[in-house]
């Protein structure tokens, strides 16, 4: 009979090797949020100085429209400068995507943040319409969502591919009713697309999650390695802000 205490003895070594990968994933996944809250905070300081310059809560709606705005509210407020700026937006997050694989770190996580920069420029709108207090009411009931449902999709067994497929179709749904939005206005459409907004970006949420934790490798060079963490980062900001600004629409008070 075998000797089995002289037989190589795999299970140290393995316990060994699945903690290495385990400390190399949180350390991953703790970068990916970091990316992320970071660039949060651009947003909501570029939007609240940008309002703030603008006239802040000195601006006020009359029968003549807005008073109180600044000569850069005015350019700020403007459709045509709005327009601008979001297609500014669209272009940076596509080339980021594009691009990733052939910039350094350093450069995509600037290019992340100047879109989070401009997309606050954009985003100072809301604090024409909405209360400062609304605002940040939603905001920590977005994080407390976003935080729950974050968790849930890395550590869940299960596997939710085809929960993103699903998302995925509702997500195009979502911006062809919101095209529709534009040129029919109705309070029953908007109210639907952000009941389906939320339930969309939650699960995005769980599913981005999942698909960030899946993509790691403890092989990874530091060069691929962060550009994982910027593209985790970029997907996790869309779903926080975009579930924001839909929780906005269903729970925001609007400015007296």
């Not at 029919?184 to 698909?211: C, E, M, N, P, R």
């Amino acid at each position: 009979m075998a000797n089995l205490d002289n037989q190589p003895r795999y299970g140290a070594s393995y316990a060994r090797g699945a903690d290495l990968i385990d400390a190399g994933l949180r350390a991953h996944m703790l970068r990916v949020y970091n990316y992320m809250a970071s660039a949060l905070v651009v947003t909501g300081l570029v939007a609240w100085l940008a309002f703030q310059a603008a006239g802040g809560y000195g601006i006020q709606f009359s029968g003549e429209g807005i008073i109180g705005v600044t000569q850069f509210g005015v350019l700020l407020f403007n459709p045509i400068a709005q327009l601008v700026l979001f297609f500014v937006t669209l272009g940076l997050v596509g080339f980021i995507s594009f691009r990733i694989g052939h910039i350094q770190v350093g450069t995509a996580l600037g290019l992340f943040l100047l879109y989070a920069a401009v997309l606050g420029l954009f985003l100072s709108t809301i604090f024409l319409v909405y209360s400062g207090t609304s605002i940040a009411q939603v905001f920590f009931i977005t994080a407390a969502t976003f935080g729950v449902t974050s968790l849930w999709g890395y550590t869940t067994k299960r596997d939710l591919t085809s929960m993103g497929h699903f998302l995925f179709m509702g997500l195009i749904g979502i911006i062809i009713a919101s095209l529709v939005g534009i040129f029919w206005h109705s309070s029953a459409l908007q109210f639907a697309i952000s009941v389906i907004g939320v339930v969309v970006f939650t699960g995005l949420t769980a599913y981005d999650t999942q698909k960030i934790k899946d993509m790691y490798t403890v092989n990874d060079d530091g060069s691929i390695a962060g550009r994982k963490a910027v593209m985790g980062a970029l997907s996790l900001y869309l779903d926080f802000v975009n579930l924001f600004l839909m929780l906005l629409r269903l729970f925001g008070n609007g400015r007296n």
